[in-house]
């Protein structure tokens, strides 16, 4: 039935997904030719970036305005470089030196500043972000340089942003992390460790449990190299044991032993969503709609899990969503994971995967749960074309891209339903108060269309090359 889906294929990896069949066209379909689109982000396609360069093509005027743009926004880029640079002489040493940085708009540098330190400037050069793009968007420009070399900038979201979800929140008050984080060696209680996977923070291994032999488990194992990334795995911890939601990977129980950290969770056998994202690609294909509505159906149903508990995820991709071999798709991951609290909901860190982030979140701009929505638009259009847009350019490139174009599209619109389409036109939209919300999208008419739960098992398990008739413990 599906031999032709099973033979192998000497064709590139990376062709374009539009000449690729759907999983529904291998059930004897004829293959069909597909014009090849140009992509919303390729040079072909529109642009917003000026073709003008030059000091002698830009007026006095207009010149002035860019250098009182750039010295207000590198003021805190000078200030937070002034201190990285501030050099402790020895004791005896009368004085401290300290270098300051002061950047300036120059048309004629090579990348548009002029004063930026060597590091900052290789940074753009590097990344292909020129002249005249600098000169059309100097603001977003310094946006993206700031997020990438100090990603930690405080947003500060209102409490306006989280009325809509106040009546599903709960505030319950758990129990400090430390005393749950167990003081043992996890030798003792686990057996048959083998590596899986890497996570955002540390290895992944599949175990036995010795009590219980039928019971197998994921252990994610973390250097604690630092107090910052004790607390880190702490957060983790407190996202993920305070979650329990059917389509969130559940929490066990935590090891702190030999200077590493343990974290015991639930084992979804098959992997991740892009294992079976990369398979249907090398096999010249990609998802149906209808199994595209399922994985969003499951991510949205784990997100609204998330997000009732005050918590925003931030790194939503098909890395993070784990399956098995009985359909179950489950959000993975919470190293990214942030917590509002009840008072001015700040978030100390600001990270998460380039492609997939929203555009408020790169720019340092308050942010809501609303960047989840946009991260699963992307995913939505990963499962569709196999890759999240711009994920051939450089992270700095595809960063100032998502802040400086419009949202991206399907390649090829017309192969697609015009539910599918509307649903990804209410994830993505640039100003996050005109996206959808996840209720919104849990009631949107794309996720009628959902396969069941034993028709996903069925690709999943062939794409794992597991027999439908095994049964998978």
């Known amino acids: ?17 539009v000449e690729k069949p759907t999983v ?86 090579s990348t548009g500043f002029v004063g930026l330190p060597p590091h900052w400037e290789q940074l753009l050069l590097n990344a292909g972000i020129g ?8 603001q977003e420009a310094a946006d993206v340089l700031r997020f990438h070399t100090k990603p930690n900038l405080p947003p500060i979201a209102t409490d306006d942003m989280l009325s809509a979800y106040d009546d599903d929140c709960t505030n319950e008050e758990l129990s400090p992390v430390c005393s749950i984080i167990l003081q043992q060696d996890p030798y003792t ?45 702490e957060t983790e911890i407190n996202m993920m044991r305070s979650i329990q939601n059917d389509n969130v990977v559940r929490f066990y129980e935590a090891y702190e032993w030999d200077e590493h950290l343990w974290l015991v969770m639930e084992l979804l056998e098959a992997g991740s969503l892009t294992d079976i994202i990369y398979f249907l690609m090398e096999h010249k294909c990609y998802l149906d709609e209808k ?40 959000l993975a991951d919470f190293g990214y994971c942030a917590q509002i609290s009840n008072e001015k909901l700040k978030r100390t860190t600001v990270v998460g995967t380039p492609y997939w982030m929203a555009p408020e979140l790169i720019r340092g701009k308050p942010y809501d749960y609303k ?37 991206p599209g399907l390649k090829s619109p017309d192969r697609w339903s015009a539910l599918f389409r509307d649903f990804l036109q209410k994830c993505l939209q640039i100003e996050p108060s005109k996206r959808a919300s996840i209720k919104e999208l849990l009631l949107h008419p794309f996720l009628k269309s959902a396969s069941s739960r034993k028709e996903m098992a069925k690709l999943i398990r062939l794409c794992r090359k597991v027999p439908e008739h095994v049964p998978f413990m």
Request: aromatic share 6%; hydrophobic share 35%; glycine share 6%.
């Open 24 to 109: 529904g066209e291998l059930h004897g379909a004829t293959d069909k030719e597909n014009d090849s689109h140009t992509s919303p982000f390729s040079e072909s396609g529109s642009s917003k970036i000026s073709q003008g360069s030059g000091d002698e093509n830009v007026p006095k005027r207009k010149i002035d305005l860019y250098r009182a743009i750039v010295r207000k926004i590198f003021t805190p880029l000078e200030n937070q470089e002034e201190s990285r640079l501030a050099i402790s002489a020895p004791i005896s040493s009368p004085s401290q030196v300290s270098h300051k940085v002061h950047v300036e708009y120059d048309p004629n540098s």
């Open 371 to 407: 960047v989840d929505v946009w991260s699963l638009g992307i995913l939505a259009l990963e499962c569709a074309e196999g890759e999240p847009p711009l994920l051939h350019e450089t992270p700095l490139r595809a960063m100032f891209l998502i802040t400086t174009r419009g949202p």
């Open 189 to 233: 209680f686990y057996k048959d460790l083998k590596k899986i996977g890497e996570g955002a923070s540390g290895s992944v291994y599949k175990a036995t449990s010795i009590d219980c032999p039928q019971h197998r488990v994921a252990m994610k194992k973390v250097k604690l190299t630092s107090q910052t990334v004790h607390e880190a795995m």
């Open 291 to 330: 199994h595209i509505a399922f994985v969003c159906q499951e991510v949205l149903k784990g997100l609204e899990g998330i997000h009732a508990l005050r918590r925003i995820h931030r790194d939503v991709k098909s890395d993070n969503v784990l399956t098995d071999f009985d359909g179950h798709m489950k």
């Open 1 to 17: 039935m599906f031999s032709r889906f099973l033979k192998d294929s000497n064709q590139e990896h990376k062709q374009a997904i």
């Open 131 to 138: 002249t005249q793009e600098v000169e059309q968007y100097p």
